[in-house]
């Protein structure tokens, strides 16, 4: 494993002795089992993600044996925390899984702010210096650029999300899946804004991630008189998840936009210059969209919490 990946399992025993050492003294054993086993299956998951990904761009996998080299650009992310939550719950339970959500999300924000020290992951769009070019906001490259860091406002996310869902939880209410909608949301916008993300074609793989996570917390139950309501609350998810995909495309490919809009060279240059913005305001209206739409499917009779 190369040294960009060991603040990974590093953060995991970190949660797995605050998660033992802050459980009753008869629980320790299972929460600890419970911790490793979702350690172990985000490990597997991520690898396994991220390599299934490099070699379908690669179109060989001993191609992609011989390229893998484990970097944390190359492994999923997303994947990674589905299946530490699936494994928790394999291991531990569905009220285990519950009490651990607000431990979770701290995890996610220690992993993100770690991507700081590790460029290009986690890192933006070069920013010009200016009023907010202030680290931990911005950090630089492995070339000295200075670069917008989204792992931060990604670690900000997970943060806001970890003090909702300690509060539910104290609360004695459902924090996981208010958790996991808003997270997976969100991550399908800041993948717009990472300059290295695993790909195929123009398809950032990680928003597919997130559009499965949250196409499964919306799965219609088994109430037969909610399904309808449910079933449209799945289907304005998928047209989100593709819109959100022709958006990318417009954000990678401005010119072609240009081309179809333009009537002059000037025309073209302002259409072009504008595309990229305009795209990024949508995507997040989009994602913050996604995210409610999945959370109200269980009001309408989808998925249990």
Same mark, same amino acid.
């Given at each position: 494993m190369? *040294?960009?990946l060991l603040i990974f399992p590093l953060v995991g025993l970190i949660g797995v002795a605050t998660a033992v050492f802050r459980a009753p003294a008869g629980e320790r054993r299972l929460i600890?089992?419970?911790?490793?086993?979702?350690?172990a299956m985000a490990a597997a998951a991520s690898v396994v993600t991220g390599f299934a990904?490099?070699?379908?761009?690669?179109?060989?996998?001993?191609?992609?044996?011989?390229? @893998? !080299?484990?970097?944390a650009e190359e492994?999923?992310?997303?994947?990674?925390?589905?299946?530490?939550? &699936?494994?928790?719950?394999?291991?531990?339970?569905?009220?285990?899984? *519950?009490?651990?959500?607000? &431990?979770?999300?701290?995890?996610?924000? &220690?992993?993100?702010?770690?991507?700081? !020290?590790q460029p290009p992951a986690g890192l933006g769009p070069v920013w010009e210096a200016g009023p907010v070019a202030l680290f931990p906001l911005i950090?630089?490259?492995?070339?000295?650029?200075p670069c917008l860091a989204v792992c931060t406002l990604e670690a900000a996310a997970a943060a806001v999300c970890c003090a909702a869902a300690?509060? !539910?939880?104290?609360?004695?209410?459902?924090?996981?899946?208010?958790?996991?909608?808003?997270?997976?949301?969100?991550?399908?916008? @800041? *993948?717009?804004?990472?300059?290295?993300?695993?790909?195929?074609?123009?398809?950032?793989?990680e928003q597919v991630v997130c559009l499965l996570v949250l196409l499964c917390a919306a799965v219609p139950g088994r109430d037969r008189r909610q399904m309808p309501a449910a079933w449209g609350s799945f289907a304005a998810l998928l047209a989100m998840g593709l819109a959100q995909g022709a958006l990318q495309f417009a954000m990678d490919k401005p010119y072609l936009i240009a081309e179809?809009?333009?009537?002059?060279?000037?025309?073209?240059?302002?259409?072009?210059s504008a595309v990229p913005g305009t795209c990024h305001l949508l995507a997040a209206a989009l994602s913050a969209a996604m995210g409610e739409t999945a959370l109200r499917a269980k009001k309408n009779g989808g998925a249990t919490q």
């Open positions: 190369t *040294e960009s600890a089992a419970a911790m490793l086993c979702g350690l990904v490099l070699s379908a761009r690669m179109g060989s996998v001993s191609a992609a044996l011989g390229w @893998f !080299r484990f970097r492994c999923s992310f997303a994947a990674g925390c589905a299946g530490f939550v &699936l494994g928790v719950r394999f291991a531990g339970g569905r009220t285990m899984t *519950e009490r651990l959500t607000p &431990l979770g999300c701290a995890m996610i924000a &220690l992993l993100r702010l770690a991507e700081l !020290r950090a630089a490259d492995g070339y000295g650029d300690a509060v !539910r939880v104290k609360r004695g209410q459902p924090a996981l899946r208010r958790a996991v909608c808003r997270l997976a949301a969100w991550q399908i916008f @800041f *993948e717009n804004l990472l300059t290295a993300a695993p790909m195929i074609g123009f398809v950032r793989t179809a809009f333009a009537r002059s060279d000037q025309g073209f240059d302002r259409i072009a």
